[in-house]
């Protein structure tokens, strides 16, 4: 990975090679409704997730990242 930006050094950091990512087993899942990203994204702006829709019903988990 390299993170650059105005002003500061360049970084750039490896890591060791990871085996190839799999989905979780899982079967028989609709989707109903996709989540949405709510508000705008600016500075001091709230920011939500409207949460998608499933059958049958799943749990969704969301991270949020700041400066990327």
Do not use: C, D, F
């Not at 409704?33 to 709510?38: E, G, L, S, Y």
């Not at 600016?42 to 019903?57: D, E, M, T």
């Not at 969704?60 to 700041?66: A, I």
């Amino acid at each position: 990975m390299t993170a650059t930006k105005p002003g500061y050094s360049t970084v750039t950091h490896t890591t060791s090679q990871v085996g190839p990512v799999e989905a979780a087993p899982v079967s028989n899942i609709t989707l109903i409704a996709r989540p949405k990203v709510a508000g705008t994204s600016r500075v001091g702006a709230l920011v939500q997730v409207v949460p998608g829709q499933y059958s049958p019903a799943a749990v969704e988990s969301y991270q949020w990242l700041v400066g990327g």
